[in-house]
C-alpha cells in the first residue's frame, strides 16, 4: 500500500483494538463511510484497504454511544488522512447518515430529547453533556420548548435544522454543556449561523473533524439563519443559569410580539437584542455616492448555458430549465420560490457571469410575483 492507505490502515487498525472504539458510532460511521468512498478510487490499494474495512466491521460491537468523547478520535483522523489526499472523497462520506423525516408530527426527526412545549420559542441543545438534559427537563423551565444533546457536527447539525425550520414558534436556541474536542458541535453550530455553508454543504469556519451537512438543503440553512438567535453558554453545566437564559429570552420573544399576534414589521416593541454579542464597528468613513449609469449592452453569453423560467400559478411552482448552448436541456430545477432557485443554481455552479446571475435573480422575482399577483409571466430577453 502507498503510504496514505498505510497510515488509515494503521490508524483503524489501532482504534478496533480498543473495546471503546469497537462500541462508538464514530467507529462505525467511519467504516461505513470507507464502504462507500474506497470503491471510487479505483485503486489497488483501495481494494485491499476495503477488504480490512468489511472485517472490521464484522467485529464491530453493538453501539453503546454515538461518540465517546475522546480528544483524539481514532476514526474520523483516519477518514481525514484519507479525504486530504483525495477530496473528491469528502462529497461521497457521510451517505450512510442519512435522517428519516416524519411530515406527520413534530419534531419531524427522531432523536435523544424532550419535548416540553411545542409552542415555547427556546430550545437548547446540551451538546456532548448527556445528563444534562434530564436536569433541564425535570426544571421545566418557562419558555422551554425542547432540549437535547447534539453530539456530532453533522448529523446532529442535521437534525437540529430540520426541527427548528419546521417549528416557526421557535426564536433561540441556546448552547450549552461541554463541546466534543473533536467533532466540536458546538462552535459548529455558531460558524453555521454566523457563516452558513459552502458550495459543497460544508459549514464555513468549522474546525470540526467532518462538518458536512448531508441532510439539508441550502435554503434549509438559509430558513435556519433566518429564524432563530443563538445563545453561546458552552461550557456551562449550571442548570440554574441555564433556565434564567431560557426565561430571559422567553421574555425577549414575549416582548418582540405585537397586539396583533406576530413579530413582522407592523412591530412598535423595540427588537430583541442579538442572543450573541457582535463585534461592534467604528463608523464607516465618508464614502462617495456613485449615479448608476444607463447601460444598454445584453447579459454576456454564458459559457454554462442559459435558462427557461416557467411559473405554474396552478401549484405554485417555479420551474426552470437549463440548457447549453446547443440547445440541448441539461437539468430541470423546481421550487416554491425564487430564492430556493437561484441558491441552488449559484451553489452548484451552474451559472459563471454575473450579469447573467443579475438578471436571473430578477426574472426569477418576476416568476415568483407573476403567481402571488395573477398576473401574465413573460420571460425578458437577456
Known amino acids: ?15 478496533m483494538k480498543l473495546s471503546r472504539c469497537r462500541k462508538c458510532g464514530c467507529m462505525r460511521g467511519t467504516l461505513e463511510n470507507l464502504k462507500a468512498s474506497l470503491p471510487l478510487l479505483k485503486m489497488k490499494d483501495a481494494g485491499e484497504l476495503l477488504k480490512s474495512v468489511d472485517e472490521w466491521s464484522s467485529q464491530l460491537e453493538p453501539q453503546e454511544y454515538p461518540c465517546f468523547g475522546c480528544k483524539y478520535c481514532i476514526p474520523p483522523e483516519a477518514m481525514t ?36 412545549d411545542k409552542a415555547a420559542p427556546v430550545a437548547v441543545s446540551t451538546l456532548s453533556s448527556v445528563n444534562l438534559e434530564e436536569k433541564l427537563a425535570k426544571l421545566k423551565p418557562d419558555g422551554l420548548c425542547i432540549v437535547g444533546k447534539t453530539e456530532t457536527e453533522n448529523i446532529g447539525i442535521d437534525k437540529i435544522v430540520k426541527n427548528v425550520i419546521s417549528n416557526p414558534a421557535l426564536k433561540y436556541l441556546v448552547l450549552s454543556g ?50 432563530v438567535r ?18 430571559e429570552l422567553s421574555q425577549e420573544a414575549k416582548s418582540a410580539t405585537t397586539g396583533c399576534g406576530c413579530s413582522c414589521e407592523c412591530n412598535t416593541q423595540p427588537a430583541a437584542k442579538p442572543a450573541i454579542s457582535l463585534t461592534l464597528r467604528k463608523p464607516a468613513a465618508a464614502v462617495p455616492t456613485v449615479t448608476a449609469g444607463k447601460y444598454d449592452k445584453a447579459v454576456k453569453l ?3 448555458g442559459y435558462f ?9 411552482n417555479i420551474l426552470v430549465e437549463h440548457y447549453s448552448y446547443d440547445n440541448k436541456l441539461l437539468r430541470k430545477i423546481e421550487g416554491k420560490n425564487s430564492r430556493e432557485i437561484y441558491f441552488t443554481i449559484i451553489n452548484n455552479n451552474w451559472i459563471s457571469e454575473l450579469s447573467h446571475a443579475s438578471y436571473m435573480g430578477k426574472e426569477l422575482a418576476r416568476a415568483e410575483l407573476s403567481i402571488k399577483k395573477g398576473f401574465k409571466y413573460v420571460q425578458d430577453g437577456a
Request: glycine share 6%; proline share 5%.
Open 302 to 304: 454564458d459559457k454554462a
Open 178 to 227: 461541554k463541546d466534543t474536542e473533536g467533532h466540536q458541535s458546538g462552535k459548529t453550530l455558531l460558524a453555521l449561523w454566523e457563516n452558513g455553508v459552502d458550495k459543497d454543504m460544508r459549514v464555513v469556519g468549522s474546525r470540526g473533524r467532518r462538518p458536512i451537512l448531508k441532510n439539508v438543503t441550502p435554503s434549509d440553512v438559509a430558513a435556519f439563519r433566518k429564524q
Open 1 to 15: 500500500m502507498n503510504s496514505t492507505f498505510t497510515k488509515v490502515h494503521s490508524e483503524i487498525l489501532r482504534g
Open 81 to 116: 488522512i484519507l479525504t486530504v489526499k483525495y477530496p473528491a472523497l469528502a462529497s461521497s462520506t457521510l451517505s450512510s447518515c442519512e435522517i428519516k423525516i416524519s411530515v406527520n408530527s413534530w419534531p419531524p426527526v427522531e432523536g435523544e430529547y424532550t419535548v416540553l
Open 230 to 247: 443563538l445563545k453561546d453558554m458552552i461550557g456551562c453545566e449550571d442548570t440554574r443559569k441555564i433556565a434564567k437564559a431560557v426565561k
Open 308 to 316: 427557461v423560467i416557467m411559473p405554474s400559478k396552478k401549484d405554485g
